[in-house]
């Protein structure tokens, strides 16, 4: 049996990386997938808590984060063709313009 | 050490080091293959928690699906190894003090809360894909209903965004 504080450590420190590399990489596929580590953190925070109170609530949410991710990464990922089509570069450092 | 615990210490590593080797990869591709590593070690953690449906849909919609479509636009955008100027030095400067910053609130909110979660019996019967169906079709049949709506947006986001301007 594993203390469920051991999962809450693991899903806090696998956030806090999610966070440098958002603050630190330069790339903005590397950025938006720092997003997914966030989010995957966070999905294990939950299954560990749903675990630990017997409830199936937090599988459902999980499920639901999934779903909204998937989501996400398709949106994203077509705006990152728009900027590499229209900037000719992945820098974010060059994404500074709201005009083209 | 029982073997769960040891399985555990062996996946926890393994995802920390692949979140470690995101960091600190040049080339986006790399970055992408160090992630896949993580799922993959977070869905191993799901089964040992007992949530073997999550598991499997780790495994198949972020290990699959969405790692293959950001393989699929690396290649796709040829992005080749990134490039740091003289701004992302200054986002080091504000960006070191703040990320340490926020993990000392979490280790904080961590160490404060004193009430251990009280683990529930083991039984078998509670984290099963049925108890999963169930809820998701009747508790919570309105918000997956949204969800589809969602994609079907999203799908049509994604075709207006990604489409040529024709002349």
Known sequence: MIPTNYF????????????IAFVFKRNIITIFMSIELMLNAVNLAFVAFSQALGKLDGQV????????????ATVGLGIIILIARNRRSLNVERVDLLKL | MSPQLAVFFVLAALSVLGAVSLIFQKHPIHSALSLIVVMVSLAGLYLLLGAEFVAAVQIIVYGGAIMVLFVFVIMLLNA???????ISKMAGVAGIPLTVALAGFIAAAIARSNETVQAAAQTGAVASTKGISNMLFKDFVYPFELTSFLILVAILGAIVLAQRENE
């Open chain 1, 8 to 19: 809450i450590i693991l899903s806090a420190v696998l956030f806090g990386l999610g966070v």
């Open chain 1, 61 to 72: 949410f999980v499920l639901f984060v999934i779903v909204v991710a998937a989501a996400e």
């Open chain 2, 80 to 86: 080749g190894a990134e490039e740091h100027t003289n």
